[in-house]
C-alpha cells in the first residue's frame, strides 16, 4: 500500500486545530462523535452507527491510520509515529452484514444528477471487512463490533517488511483490538490493535533489530474523524507556488477546461475579522514537539518550528502559528494534535513531513512530522571532524553541540513546512536562503585560513517562506476571489528562483539553480570554496577529532565526511554542464523562457570539476594512513560500517579506495548519460557549445594522460571503466556511445605503446582488456563495478525507494 509522505522530506480538526491538553474521555462518554461500547473481556468494541441515509450509508468518516510503535530500521520505514493513508470510510448495509468501505473521492463527474452518478459508478470503491451485526435500534441505528477492521493490515506493514524479507504476512492468531485503547473526543475516536507479522525469512533488518525476528509486532493507531464541514476556502494549485497537492479527476467539466482538478494542501485559517489587514484567527495552528525528543533536542525543535510565527505574521495572520512542548499525558496520535514525532532508529535515516488530509478538498486535518534521531548525531560527527572535539559544549562559535542544534532547528522548520503544505525548493541556497525548505549544507567559511562555522545555519525563514505561506494562507478582502489574488502574488514572486525535487533531487537533472546541500550563487565558485576547506580540514585532520577516550578506529568515521566534503558541490556543478535555466511558469506571466547555461560557464564548470580528479586532490596524506589503520573490536556497529571506506583486509586503511571513491563521485556526475545528451544535443544546435568529444578528451587528458603514480593511476582506470559502463548504459544515446567507443579505442592504441616499468604494466594491461571486448565485459561484471561510496544523505543507496512514495 502507497503511503503519501513529504520529505529530506498536515490541519488540526477544523473546532481543534488548537485542542488544548485535556483528560481523555473514556468510551461513552457524552457529546461524542458516535456511541462506542467496549465489552474488554470478550475483546468487542461496539460501534453504534446512524441509521442510513438515503444512499444507504450509515456514517461516513474521515479514517486515519498510524504507528505507535515502530521497526527502527532506516531502510525499511516503519517508524513511531509515521501516518497510513487517510480515507474516506463508509458503513453500508448489505443484508445481515456492514460493509465497510473506502470510496474514492478522486474521480467525479460534475453536473445533474444521472452526470454524478456516472462519474462515480465509472471506478471502483474498496470493501475493507464485513461485519457482523450486533445489534438494531428502533430508530435505525446498528451496532458493531469494528475489533476485525482493527486488525487489517491498513498501513501496508507487510508490504514493506517484504521490502527486506520474504514471506512476511498477518498473523490473525497472534493480533487482536485493544479495547482498552478507546478514546472518545466529540470529533474523532481512537483507538488501536496489535498486530503481529510472521515469515520464515525476515531478511537483514528485521533480523538486527526484533527480538524474535519471524514474529514482529505492532501496536497500530486507528482514528475515525468527523467530515470537515463547510466553509474551508480551497486554493488553486499554482506551479509557481510551491505545495503539495491533492488531485482529482472532474469528467464533468465544460469542453475547453481541463479534466485534471488540482487543489493546493492547507490547514483552515481563518481571520477573526476578514476585512481587516491584520486579525487574529479563529483556531490557530499549533505544532507539539513530542517529550521523547531529550533535551536540549526539545527545545530547539520547538524554537526552530516557530521560526513559521514570522512569515504568518507577515501574512496578516496575527498568533497564526505556534510550536509547543506536548503536555504530559496528551496523545501524539490523538489526532487533534500536530505532532513533530522524535524516532529512533538503529541507522540514520530521513526526517519526513506529511500529516492527514482530506482528500475531498486538500484541507490538512492533523500535521505529522518524523525527525530521526542519529541525523543530528550525524552532524556532530561532520562537525568534530571539521574543527575538532575539543570545542564541544564550550559555547564558541565552532563548537559542535552549538552548531548541531542550530542544525535541528533548522531541519524542524523544514519538516514542519512540509506538514503546512510546502514543497522543497532547493534553489534557496542560490539566492542566499531564501527558504527553510531547500537541503542546507553548512556554510563553512574560511577566516585567516581557519575553518568558521558562526554562520552555519540561518536562524530562521527566508523571502521565499513569507512568500508561500501568504500564497497559500493569506487572506483577501471579502469579495475578492482568493485564487486571482493567489495568482497576484505568484507573478509578484517571480524573481524568487524556484526548483522543487522534479528538477532538483537527481545529480543529472538540468537545472543549474535546483542542487541539494549546496550554498552559494554560483556553484563553480561554491566548489572552489569547499575544495579549500576540506584541504584545510584534512592538513588539521587528527586525534583532536575524538573525545578523550574514544576509539582510535572512529578516526575512519570522522575522515569520510572530511574526505567527501565536496560531495554536494559536484553534483551542483556538474548540472551546469548540458544545464537549462527553465523556471515554472503559466501563459501570460513573462517569466524569462528555457535556455542553456551560457557556453563560458559551462566550460568553468568542467575545468572545476576536472581540478577534483588531480592525484593532489585525491592522495591521502601519508601522514594519515597509519593512524586510519588502528584496529576495531567489541560489538558489531552497522552505522560505523556503514560510513567508513573499505580497508585493506581487516583494519589496514587502503588510501588508494578513498582516492578511487571520490574519483566516482565526479565521473557519475560528468559522464551521467542524460547530461551527455543534453550536452550532445546543445552542441549540436550550435557549435560554441561545450561537446561530447571536447569533453571526453578534456577527461582523458586531465585523468589517464597526467597520471604519475599509484593514485593517477586508480583515477585513470576509474575514468575508463566509467567511460565504458556509460557507453554500454540503456540510457546513453547511441551518437554518444558512438563517441565514448571511439575514445576508448584510440586509448587502447596508445596504451600499447607504453614504457616500462609499473606505469607500462599498468597500460598495457589496460590496453588488453579494452582491446578485448570478452574482457571488458568481465571487468564491468565484476562486483562492486564501481567503489561503494559512504552514504552521505541519511540512507544512501536505498533512498530512491523512499521518494517513490512522494505524492
Known amino acids: 500500500m502507497k503511503r503519501k509522505i513529504l520529505i529530506g522530506t498536515g490541519c488540526a480538526l477544523l473546532a481543534l486545530a488548537a485542542a488544548p491538553a485535556v483528560a481523555q474521555q473514556p468510551a461513552g462518554g457524552g457529546g461524542a462523535l458516535m456511541p462506542v461500547r467496549v465489552v474488554a473481556a470478550e475483546g468487542r468494541i461496539l460501534m453504534t452507527l446512524p441509521p442510513p441515509d438515503r444512499d444507504g450509508v450509515s456514517g461516513r468518516y474521515l479514517y486515519a491510520s498510524a504507528l505507535r510503535t515502530g521497526l527502527g530500521s532506516a531502510d525499511l520505514r516503519l517508524d513511531r509515529g509515521m501516518l497510513g493513508g487517510e480515507q474516506i470510510l463508509a458503513f453500508r448495509r448489505i443484508g445481515k452484514k456492514i460493509a465497510v468501505t473506502f470510496e474514492n473521492p478522486r474521480f467525479k463527474a460534475s453536473g445533474d444528477a444521472g452526470v454524478q452518478a456516472g462519474g462515480r459508478d465509472s471506478f471502483p470503491f474498496s470493501t475493507i471487512v464485513m461485519l457482523d451485526i450486533a445489534g438494531t435500534g428502533p430508530d435505525g441505528t446498528t451496532t458493531v463490533d469494528i475489533a476485525p477492521f482493527l486488525t487489517r493490515d491498513l ?372 566548489l572552489g570554496h569547499m575544495m579549500a576547506v576540506r584541504k584545510v580540514a584534512l592538513a588539521n585532520f587528527g586525534t583532536a577529532v575524538l573525545q578523550p577516550n574514544e576509539a582510535l578506529s572512529n578516526l575512519r568515521r570522522k575522515f569520510v565526511p572530511v574526505w567527501l566534503l565536496h560531495r554536494y558541490n559536484i553534483d551542483a556543478t556538474g548540472k551546469l554542464i548540458g544545464g537549462i535555466d527553465y523556471r515554472y511558469a503559466v501563459n501570460g506571466d513573462n517569466h524569462p523562457p528555457a535556455q542553456p547555461v551560457p557556453a563560458a560557464r559551462q566550460m568553468a564548470a568542467l575545468d572545476a570539476l576536472l581540478a577534483t580528479l588531480s592525484a593532489d586532490a585525491l592522495t591521502v596524506p601519508d601522514r594519515l594512513v597509519m593512524p586510519l589503520s588502528a584496529a576495531v573490536n567489541g560489538g558489531r556497529d552497522l552505522q560505523y560500517n556503514l560510513e567508513v571506506f573499505q580497508n585493506a583486509s581487516a583494519s589496514a586503511f587502503d588510501p588508494l579506495v578513498a582516492a578511487d571513491a571520490a574519483a566516482q563521485m565526479t565521473l557519475d556526475s560528468l559522464l551521467a548519460p542524460a547530461r551527455l545528451t543534453r550536452v550532445y544535443e546543445q552542441h549540436r544546435r550550435d557549435p560554441a557549445y561545450l561537446g561530447v568529444d571536447r569533453l571526453l578528451d578534456r577527461l582523458l587528458a586531465a585523468t589517464v594522460d597526467a597520471r604519475k603514480d599509484a593514485v593517477g593511476r586508480r583515477i585513470a582506470f576509474r575514468t575508463i571503466l566509467t567511460m565504458a559502463r556509460t557507453a554500454r548504459d540503456n540510457d546513453t544515446s547511441v551518437d554518444v556511445a558512438a563517441l565514448i567507443n571511439d575514445r576508448l579505442r584510440g586509448l587502447a592504441d596508445r596504451l600499447k605503446a607504453a614504457g616500462t616499468g609499473e606505469d607500462g604494466a599498468w597500460a598495457r594491461s589496460v590496453a588488453q582488456i579494452l582491446s578485448n571486448d570478452g574482457a571488458l565485459t568481465r571487468e564491468l561484471a565484476k562486483r562492486p563495478a564501481a567503489p561503494a561510496i559512504p552514504p552521505g544523505m541519511p540512507i544512501g543507496s536505498s533512498e530512491s525507494d523512499w521518494f517513490d512514495d512522494v505524492m
Open 155 to 526: 498501513v501496508g506493514i507487510a508490504d514493506t517488511l517484504n521490502q527486506g524479507g520474504k514471506g512476511f504476512r498477518l498473523a490473525e492468531t497472534l493480533s487482536a483490538a485493544d479495547p482498552s485503547s478507546v478514546k472518545i473526543f466529540p470529533d474523532n475516536v481512537e483507538m488501536e490493535a496489535l498486530q503481529t507479522y510472521t515469515s520464515d525469512a525476515p531478511g537483514r533488518d528485521v533480523s538486527a533489530i526484533a527480538s524474535e525476528p519471524k514474529q514482529v509486532s505492532f501496536i497500530v493507531h486507528h482514528s475515525f474523524i468527523r467530515l470537515p464541514g463547510p466553509g474551508f476556502q480551497t486554493r488553486k494549485f499554482d506551479v509557481r507556488a510551491g505545495s503539495f497537492v491533492t488531485q482529482h479527476y472532474d469528467y464533468g467539466t465544460p469542453l475547453g477546461e481541463p479534466v485534471v482538478e488540482q487543489l493546493a494542501n492547507h490547514f483552515r485559517l481563518e481571520k477573526v475579522d476578514p476585512s481587516a489587514a491584520r486579525s487574529r484567527v479563529k483556531k490557530p495552528i499549533i505544532f507539539y514537539i513530542d517529550r521523547a525528543a531529550p533535551e536540549p533536542i526539545r527545545t530547539a525543535l520547538m524554537e526552530g518550528v516557530n521560526y513559521w510565527r514570522t512569515a504568518f505574521d507577515k501574512a496578516g495572520l496575527i498568533d497564526a502559528f505556534e510550536a509547543r512542548i506536548l503536555p504530559e499525558g496528551a496523545d501524539p496520535l490523538d489526532v487533534r494534535y500536530s505532532m513533530v514525532n522524535w524516532s529512533n532508529r538503529l541507522t540514520r535515516g530521513w526526517s519526513y513531513g506529511g500529516g492527514i488530509t482530506d482528500p475531498r478538498t486538500g484541507e490538512i486535518i492533523k500535521g505529522n512530522v518524523v525527525i530521526g534521531a542519529l541525523r543530528v548525531r550525524q552532524d556532530m560527527i561532520i562537525f568534530e571532524g571539521l574543527v575538532g572535539a575539543d570545542q564541544d559544549n564550550k559555547g564558541g562559535p565552532n563548537d559542535p553541540v552549538r552548531v548541531s542544534l542550530d542544525r535541528i532547528r533548522q531541519l524542524g522548520a523544514h519538516e514542519v513546512g512540509h506538514a503546512l503544505g510546502f514543497m522543497h525548493n532547493f534553489a534557496g541556497s542560490i539566492q542566499d536562503r531564501t527558504t527553510v525548505m531547500d537541503y542546507p549544507p553548512p556554510r563553512i567559511k574560511l577566516t585567516n585560513g581557519k575553518i568558521d562555522l558562526s554562520d552555519a545555519y540561518a536562524k530562521g525563514g527566508g523571502p521565499w517562506d513569507d512568500f508561500t505561506v501568504d500564497w497559500l494562507y493569506g487572506q483577501p478582502k471579502p469579495g475578492e476571489d482568493p485564487d486571482v489574488a493567489a495568482r497576484r502574488k505568484a507573478l509578484a514572486a517571480k524573481d524568487l528562483l524556484f526548483i522543487t525535487d522534479v528538477d532538483g533531487r537527481a545529480p543529472d537533472t538540468p537545472s543549474p539553480w535546483g542542487s541539494m546541500w549546496d550554498d552559494g550563487a554560483d556553484p563553480v565558485d561554491a
